[in-house]
């Protein structure tokens, strides 16, 4: 079973912050990250009324939009898929999945939070101080 770590936290605290630092981290370090955010209201990443939009509203599923540097993959869904469904179906690649928002579920779950007297500084100190708690990849 692919590790999945949960960043949790209110808004503007820092967890995407985090994240941005820690992912390459993890990776100089050799390890394949992939990461999730989730939303608690929907999204649409694609621009009503190009073509790759329209395919997907006329329900193809899945539809996808693909250049030679990226590929975007839609699919309906009829419930919110949890964490670890996310990485069974498409992580197969990675070693360690990261999500941001998931509050809820098995996973380990580390808290993200700024101190009022700290105002910003999670911009200027590296992960690894802004970590209160050591987990370690095996």
Not at 37 to 45: A, P, Q
Not at 87 to 94: G, I, K, L, R
Not at 110 to 124: I, W
């Amino acid at each position: 079973m692919l590790p999945v770590i949960s960043i949790v936290g209110h808004s503007n605290v820092g967890k995407t912050t985090f994240l941005e630092r820690l992912i390459p981290e993890l990776r100089s370090r050799g390890y394949r990250v992939g990461a999730v955010k989730h939303s608690h209201h929907g999204v649409d990443l694609d621009t009503p009324g190009t073509d790759s939009h329209r395919l997907a509203e006329a329900e193809a599923d899945p539809a996808a939009l693909a250049s030679s540097g990226r590929l975007w993959v839609t699919h309906a869904l009829d419930k919110e898929l949890p964490p670890q469904a996310i990485a069974d179906w498409f992580f197969t690649d990675v070693d360690l999945m990261l999500t941001e928002g998931y509050k809820r579920g098995p996973h380990p779950i580390k808290a993200a939070a700024r101190h009022p007297r700290l105002h910003n500084v999670h911009r200027t100190v590296t992960p690894a101080l802004c970590v209160r708690y050591t987990f370690h990849i095996l």
